[in-house]
């Protein structure tokens, strides 16, 4: 857990401007509160003397104390209110950081899909567990540095003129302020199962949800219903646990303060006239750092749940990356023929080879038509290709130069992808097209629109190309949103284009005159086109079949 926390703080360096002043403005702010008390307990035991002796006016200690505290009173509420700001100002910055980091680490590891990850889990670090740090900073580190100024500052006032008064106060409250550390590991537990089931109640929530038609189709609404009531459940009893533990860390704290408080009271009473006013001002003090103290032995919860978030965020962060980029990349390519030399692949060790010695050229400008039943491996071929995955053996070079010795983003650059179940996103027709090419002018859009055989539907919706897509493309069929995809991929400026499919949800005549079309859309580049089976019209420059881990000439 520590090992995790440290790195927490480690990726907060870039804040740590707000995050160091926002302790320094909290420190100052509990120091405010001290301050306020000690200059009321100098006044009460002035006030005290006073009446002893009969004196006709306040000492000048008292006095000053007294002129002091108009000021101090004033300046309270604005620390406060300066305290509040400034760390939830740097809490907000350094979360914001982290999800940002999170997400691109993500991003980089997981190329090709989630795998056996789930989508709400991943929400779930993403949301719940970057949050649970809030409470490292806003409920341990933040209070931990007010309630040491609180401490030492005590320390001070009173250690100098009583030391035995000093150690009966401040030995409570250092308890007070150690305890978190404590009791963290006790709620580690508690806090881990809290964070796990934040994932799991999200993935029972986002999975069927996602795929809402086939759950109702399959009448699993209910079996949906009480799986998310299950993990509901489960994080109702984790949580209750956290709170258990953040409540007796609470009475905990109360009972130190109080001890504090009455440790004092103690003194005063047994040392007489002579230590009434240091009783006094200790007994003052000990309710102020209350306020400061008291609440501190709840922050092991705190630092518990932190500590499971940011084990949790790791645990998905430090994915190994499929495809690191060479710490030396080499000169991009000029070139763009793509040749596959002696490529071995498997998807893992215990998973049988998907190519084994395959061979494949394709020269610049060529379209090669690559064909095979489902499962040879052709969507393997376009991941190897785009570095979404590396090879066990062999080359794959672009204008003469190794891909592996290239940074992925160079690669993606010139070789682009339309994936089998390419998706839309959630934004408009314009913004999903010029993700391929952010400077596309409208023009742009509507030749690949048309090329790809929708521009005449997009030209009937009211909004055009502002119109909304939704969520993986639902405004629109499948076979809609397969042709945006395919006119984003025909938009991208790569030298080396991956149809997968091009034409799939096209009816036929659509599909022949797209296909027919294709050179022109396409000239100048390579194309590989990944199909079923030929139609007759592709006039492809080659006709190649993957079959036993090796791509075959065929004749369509
Ligand atoms: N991301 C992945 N992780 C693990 N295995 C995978 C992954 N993608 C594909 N495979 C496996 O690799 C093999 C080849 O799959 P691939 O998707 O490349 O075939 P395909 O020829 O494109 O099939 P289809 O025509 O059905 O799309 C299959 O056994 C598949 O299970």
């Known amino acids: 857990m520590r090992r995790d926390l440290f790195r927490v703080l480690g990726l907060w360096q870039t804040r740590r401007v707000w995050l160091v002043g926002g302790l320094l403005v909290a420190a100052l702010s509990a120091l405010a509160g001290v301050a306020l008390l000690a200059l009321a307990g100098r006044v009460v035991a002035g006030a005290v003397a006073h009446g002893q002796t009969g004196a006709v006016l306040l000492s000048g200690g008292a006095l000053a104390a ?20 400034v760390t939830h100002e740097a809490t907000f910055r350094a979360l914001a950081d982290m999800r940002v980091w999170f997400f691109s680490r993500l991003a980089e590891r997981l190329p090709t899909g989630l795998g056996l990850r789930q989508a709400g889990d991943l929400l779930g670090r993403l949301v719940a567990d970057v949050e649970s740090l809030d409470g490292l900073y806003l409920r341990v580190i933040v209070p931990g540095a007010a309630a040491l100024a609180v401490v030492l500052s005590l320390a001070l006032v009173i250690g100098g003129a009583e030391p035995a008064l000093a150690a009966i106060l401040a030995l409570p409250l250092v308890a007070a302020l150690l305890l978190p550390l404590l009791l963290a590991p006790a709620a580690a537990r ?42 509901g459940a489960g994080l109702a009893a984790a949580q209750r646990a956290l709170s258990r533990r953040a409540a007796m860390g609470g009475a905990v704290g109360s009972l130190l303060v109080q001890a504090a408080l ?14 009434a006013t240091a009783g006094l001002m200790a007994v003052f003090l000990a309710i102020a750092a209350s306020e400061a103290l008291g609440l501190m032995p709840r922050a092991g919860a705190s630092l518990a749940a932190a500590g499971a978030g940011a084990r ?39 998973r049988g080879l998907v190519f084994d010695d395959l061979e494949l050229d394709v020269p610049e400008g060529a379209r090669i038509a690559l064909l095979g039943p ?36 160079e690669v993606r650059r010139r070789i682009t992808w339309l994936t089998q179940d390419a998706r839309l996103f959630d934004d408009t027709i314009a913004a999903n097209l010029r993700l391929a090419a952010p400077g596309a002018t409208d023009a742009e859009l509507w030749r690949a629109l048309d090329r790809a055989q929708i521009g005449d539907l ?12 939704g969520e993986a493309g639902t405004r629109f069929s499948g076979g809609q949103g397969r042709r945006l995809a395919l006119a984003r991929a025909l938009l991208s400026p790569a030298s080396v284009l991956i149809l997968d499919e091009p034409a799939a949800g096209l009816d036929a005549d659509t599909e022949r005159a797209f296909l027919q ?38 004749t369509g």
């Open 66 to 85: 007294l002129l002091w505290l108009r000021p101090v009173m004033l300046f309270r509420p604005v620390a406060r209110y300066l305290e509040r700001l």
């Open 190 to 231: 508690a806090g881990e199962a809290a964070a796990e089931s934040q994932g799991a109640l999200r993935a029972a929530v986002v999975d069927p949800l996602t795929g809402i038609e086939d759950t109702l189709a399959a009448n699993g609404e209910s079996r949906a219903a009480a799986r998310v009531a299950a993990e």
């Open 262 to 275: 009455l440790g004092s009271l103690g003194w005063a009473i047994t040392a007489g006239a002579a230590g």
């Open 312 to 350: 949790r965020l790791f645990e998905a962060a430090d994915t190994p990356e499929p495809v690191p980029d060479p710490p030396a990349p080499a000169a991009a390519p000029s070139g763009r023929a793509l040749k596959v030399t002696g490529l071995r692949f498997a998807w893992a060790d215990d």
């Open 374 to 409: 489902s499962g040879t491996g052709k969507s393997t071929l376009a991941a190897l290709l785009l570095k979404f995955a590396a090879p066990q053996a062999g080359r794959i070079t672009l204008g003469g130069v190794d891909i592996a010795t290239l940074p992925a983003a």
């Open 458 to 469: 997009v030209r009937s919706l009211p909004d055009g190309l502002e119109t909304l897509c």
């Open 517 to 554: 079309t294709l050179d022109e859309a396409t000239a100048g580049r390579s194309v590989i086109l990944i199909l079923h089976h030929l139609i007759g019209v592709e006039r492809p420059t080659r006709i190649l079949r993957l079959a036993g881990g090796r791509a075959i000439p065929a």
